[in-house]
């Protein structure tokens, strides 16, 4: 898992991607009442927004929330198994990434509708449906594919919390000494 805030801001970028991906296909599968090229090519177009708000949900919402909640109530970093931990964050991300998803797609559905009098019912009867699609895609499904495909291409200790600063060029091999130029 993401050892310092570089690597958590990458895992959230992919592990985002597929989450929104499939929840978008899934709701308007669900609006459509059927799976199509139709469902996938509406789902693509939709996608960019819901993943710019996602993004910003889950960084500067969700996150702080699952993890203050999980590292309070659920795990001990240090103590708890790597685990028990990925599976506590990852369950308690869920909950508000629903209900906020839910509210943007209630909104989504009022704008095509031209109404605002669709979100409060649309927003409170997407949630359970939501969720209960979210939770078990983000353990089984995505969540593994986000941490294999972000380890295979970031493996331990390769991507790091604060950039190399050449200090000393000519100690790599590109500076003449007499003159303080580059060779």
């Known amino acids: 898992m993401p050892t310092n805030k570089r690597e958590s801001l990458i895992f959230t970028v992919i592990m985002c991607f597929c989450m929104v991906l499939w929840m978008s296909i899934y709701n308007v599968a669900r609006?459509?009442?059927?799976?199509?090229?139709?469902?996938?090519?509406?789902?693509?177009?939709g996608f960019p927004p819901a993943y710019v708000f996602a993004m910003l949900c889950d960084v500067f919402i969700a996150g702080p929330l699952a993890k203050g909640f999980a590292f309070k109530f659920l795990v001990t970093p240090g103590k708890s198994s790597p685990r028990a931990m990925t599976l506590?964050?990852?369950?308690?991300?869920?909950?508000?990434m629903a209900i906020i998803m839910s509210l943007y797609g209630a909104?989504?559905?009022?704008?095509?509708?031209?109404?605002?009098?669709?979100?409060?019912?649309?927003?409170?009867?997407?949630?359970?449906?939501?969720?209960?699609?979210?939770?078990?895609?983000?353990?089984l499904v995505a969540g593994p594919f986000a941490r294999l495909v972000f380890r295979?291409?970031?493996?331990?200790?390769?991507?790091?919390?604060?950039?190399?600063?050449?200090?000393?060029?000519?100690?790599l091999g590109g500076e003449d000494e007499k003159d303080g130029f580059a060779a």
């Open 31 to 45: 609006m459509y009442g059927h799976v199509g090229i139709d469902v996938l090519a509406d789902a693509w177009i």
């Open 88 to 96: 506590a964050v990852s369950s308690c991300m869920v909950v508000p």
């Open 107 to 139: 909104f989504e559905g009022a704008f095509h509708a031209g109404t605002l009098a669709i979100v409060p019912m649309a927003w409170l009867s997407n949630i359970p449906w939501n969720f209960a699609m979210a939770l078990p895609w983000n353990l």
């Open 152 to 171: 295979r291409a970031f493996p331990v200790g390769t991507v790091l919390e604060k950039p190399v600063e050449p200090t000393n060029l000519g100690a």
